[in-house]
């Protein structure tokens, strides 16, 4: 009996070529609408699945596939005398191999103008059940979902006239893998359509960027995957211009560096080092900025990570050389500053998108067996209801030096105390498990500097030994959330010192 093969893409690069050199090995092709116009455009041998069903497409093409003489064909197991027998019955012939890509739905989606209507017709039905059928019965088909496999199945075919079953195994795990993320996008789409907001099942799909040298250590395997459709604010989404491969250590405190820049709508400067900013500048200029996030802390950026909101020019460059870093990121880097930096052999140059970062993500974070999803924490001050609780109020230069401290502190490991002035970050407490602690590291880092300048807190204050360290190292000006039963304790202490303290009603707790 001669071998039968169906072919229907929407991704039709490469099927031409393979639908030629298997007609050329003996198989009849069947296909469906513009897949069949398009081989027997090209000379190739195809004949259409109404031949195959006796049945027209109907219902603007909705039904065509899904039919007994096609799933008949997919899922008879070769070769089982009842199965073989129902075949000849009904005039079934049996599928041999499988070449099915799926209507581009993620590629509609992601158009801006889409329609809920366009989306919809986008889904595909024929296609999945083929593909899972096909897969299901991998013993007896091979089938194809991705033009990348189109080699190694003709290779096998020439070879040994047929497919080993490793390889239709390893085909069909690609196919379940395949339909699963197909409808993890749609389920993500129908459940944002109909506003769910805590649906009872969770589906998310991410595609291979690569795979990792190891983890955060090197027993650790590891591998970076990106989200479809995510924010193009991400590093998953940035273009690497130079220097060796990211690590998984490099790759989470760029997204650390990135999640604070994007605060700033000035030019500014954020230096990380594991998941923590050691020094933050703002300025009228980027090399301004910079200049001040290295001298906020000279000794912690070295070996760090850097992310700019301004293209880093050849002075820039400079400066950025004359120190060891890992990593610097940035909306753009003129030529001559990419010449300056590639000096370095390692150092990672990286742009991406700062102008169009996806609002409304949820953060997904993982535990053993489990997982935890949360809004992304994007409130600012100007979601807050901000009221000075003190006596005195900031001047205008403590309300500038408070804002970069809030922008600041929500994105420091908890208990998490930065101490600013109206340009730069002065101390950095990160991740301690009390909050004077967090106070005493940072006022210490901040040193004379403390004076005259202002602490931001991610959390209220239990108690008032916070504000009374600040005041005895200098600190003019706090802001925290308030919400403590003990509040009060710590404004009147805040009076007694003379310190303005705002309240903002938001806490930023990041563990």
């Known amino acids: ?31 469906t609408g513009g897949t069949k116009k398009m081989l027997a455009e090209a000379g190739v041998p195809v004949k259409g699945v109404t031949d195959v069903t006796g049945f027209p497409e109907i219902l603007e093409g909705r039904v065509k596939t899904l039919n007994p003489y096609i799933h008949g064909g997919l899922l008879a197991k070769h070769g089982e005398p009842d199965h073989q027998k129902q075949l000849d019955e009904h005039n079934i012939q049996p599928i041999d191999i499988v070449c099915v890509n799926l209507y581009p739905f993620q590629e509609t989606i992601a158009k801006p103008d889409v329609t809920t209507e366009d989306a919809i017709e986008n889904i595909d039905i024929g296609g999945p059940a083929m593909l899972r059928a096909s897969a299901k019965n991998h013993e007896y088909v091979t089938v194809i979902v991705d033009s990348s496999d189109y080699t190694q199945v003709l290779a096998e075919l020439k070879g040994d006239g047929k497919t080993t079953l490793e390889t239709r195994r390893k085909l069909a795990a690609k196919v379940f893998r395949h339909t699963a993320a197909y409808d993890a996008m749609i389920a993500g789409f129908m459940t944002d359509l109909s506003g769910e907001e805590n649906p009872e099942k969770l589906t998310v799909t991410y595609e291979l960027k690569q795979s990792l040298r190891y983890g955060e250590n090197p027993h650790q395997k590891a591998a970076f995957y990106s989200q479809p459709l995510g924010s193009s604010f991400s590093v998953a989404r940035a273009k690497q211009l130079h220097g060796k491969e990211l ?13 604070i820049v994007k605060e700033f709508e000035e030019p500014a400067a954020v230096a990380v080092k594991h998941m923590n ?16 996030a290295y001298e906020a802390d000279p000794t912690s950026i070295f070996g760090g990570i850097v992310a700019l909101n301004r293209p880093v020019s050849k002075e820039l460059a400079e400066k950025l050389h004359e120190i060891f870093l890992e990593i610097i990121v940035a909306p753009s880097f003129d030529e001559d500053a990419v010449e300056v930096l590639s000096k ?13 970062g996806k609002k409304g993500e949820k953060v997904l974070t993982s535990v053993e067996g489990g997982l935890l999803a949360q809004d992304l924490d994007e409130l600012s001050l100007a979601n807050a209801d901000v009221k000075v609780a003190t006596k005195r109020e900031p001047t205008e230069e403590e309300w500038t030096a408070l804002k970069l401290g809030w922008k600041v502190v929500k994105h420091v490991k908890s208990n998490a105390i930065v101490v600013t002035d109206d340009k730069m970050t002065l101390g950095v407490g990160a991740g301690q498990m009390n909050r004077v602690g967090a106070a005493k590291i940072a006022l210490e880092q ?37 919400g403590s039963i003990k509040d009060e304790d710590s404004i009147k202490k805040a009076d007694e010192y003379g310190i303005a303290m705002v309240l903002t009603g938001i806490r930023h707790f990041k563990h």
């Open 1 to 31: 009996m001669t071998k039968r093969a169906l072919i229907s893409v929407s991704d039709k690069s490469g099927v031409t070529e393979f639908a030629r050199e298997i007609a050329a090995l003996g198989y009849e092709i069947v296909s």
């Open 344 to 356: 370095k052999k390692n150092i990672r140059l990286l742009t991406l998108d700062f102008a169009n």
């Open 277 to 292: 900013p050691c020094g933050i500048g703002a300025g009228a200029t980027i090399e301004e900025a910079y200049a001040r």
């Open 247 to 259: 690590s998984y250590n490099n790759i989470r405190d760029t997204d650390a560096a990135l999640q």
């Open 446 to 482: 901040a040193g004379e500097k403390a004076k005259g300048a202002a602490l931001a807190s991610d959390a209220f204050f239990p108690m008032d030994d916070t504000v009374e360290a600040a005041a005895k190292a200098g600190i003019t000006a706090i802001i925290q959330p308030g």
